[in-house]
């Protein structure tokens, strides 16, 4: 008896299995996804300097990250949706320090404008491995600090790390790609290969795709309703508010600390994403910015 039932309860499983099947393969015809290509322009630059989109391989290239974007929706849409609270953040310091309004699309493509962790520990907006972000004078205790994770801070670092690499380089394009294969890979490809120009240099798959990627964006960000990004205007993300407060003695407890200032420990790490502990140590003479959330 009991392996009878179990017999016909499996009998029926098996029909609803097949019937839900069907149901599927009828509803996936019914999609429509209104997939289109995709026009290119006839002409761009980065940074002042020419793309030559009269080469095949270039415009393929190009198309090929433009697709890729378009069409990563979700994703895509959240980053342009943070433009409009951090690009104001990190362009006037980047303007203040001499680096080309384009490389905000390089900040954007490394992180996604959050403050991400890379398989090989790059963090931040702009991806600094510790010992790079040591180099270029950024606080990283491995405790209480990392300015790595401070917006504006590592904005300067990266100013000045790309103002290095372009003069080494003469070419901000390659500036850009060094900024993804270090300078020494793109030193010893202008040696081996005899050539100058990023668009004639055989290179690692990653910075092959890097420049292309930036391009996109920056055609993306530009007119996204063209690419089938819509935001109303509510829709995009407001500046954070805050005021700055400077601190010159250590903190035991940052949950007091934001409870004492109307906050609350969330929110204050939030605004100050460079604090990683629960606590803030500060030497005799030294002292800190601490951005007090006001929403």
């Known amino acids: ?15 609803e299995f097949k019937r839900s099947l ?68 990190i362009t006037p310091i980047m303007a203040k320090n001499g680096l080309p309004d384009d490389f905000k699309y390089l900040c954007m493509i490394e992180s996604e404008l959050t403050n991400a962790v890379s398989p090989s520990k790059a963090v931040g907006f702009w991806q600094f491995l510790e010992g790079t972000g040591k180099q270029y004078k950024l606080e990283i205790d491995g405790k209480e600090v990392d300015m790595r994770y401070n917006q504006e801070l590592e904005t300067v670092a990266a100013c000045q790390y790309l103002k290095d690499s372009y003069r080494k380089f003469r070419s901000w394009t390659l500036a850009a790609a060094a900024f993804n294969c270090g300078n020494g890979r793109i030193s010893n490809t202008i040696e081996e290969q005899k050539v100058e120009s990023y668009y004639d240099m055989q290179l690692p798959n990653e910075t092959e795709r890097y420049i292309y990627r930036i391009l996109a964006f920056k055609l993306i960000t530009e007119n996204p309703e ?3 990004f819509h935001i109303s205007d509510e829709g995009w993300y407001q500046p954070l508010q805050y005021e700055t407060i400077t601190v010159t003695e250590s903190i035991p407890s940052l949950a007091d600390f934001a409870i004492e200032h109307g906050t609350n420990f969330k929110m204050l790490k939030y605004y100050n994403p460079w604090l990683r502990g629960k606590s803030l140590t500060i030497s005799t003479g030294n002292s800190y910015q601490i951005k007090i959330p006001r929403y």
């Open 22 to 89: 069907h149901e599927d393969e009828l509803h996936f015809e019914q999609i429509d996804q209104n997939i289109h290509d995709i026009e290119l322009p006839q002409s761009m630059d980065f940074c002042g300097e020419p793309v030559p989109l009269d080469r095949f391989y270039v415009r393929e290239s190009l198309e090929r990250e433009l697709l890729v974007n378009s069409y990563r929706h979700a994703s895509t849409l959240l980053l342009l949706k943070r433009t409009t609270r951090w690009l104001p953040v």
């Open 1 to 15: 008896m009991l392996a009878t039932c179990i017999a016909q309860s499996s009998e029926k499983e098996d029909k």
């Open 226 to 228: 063209k690419y089938g």
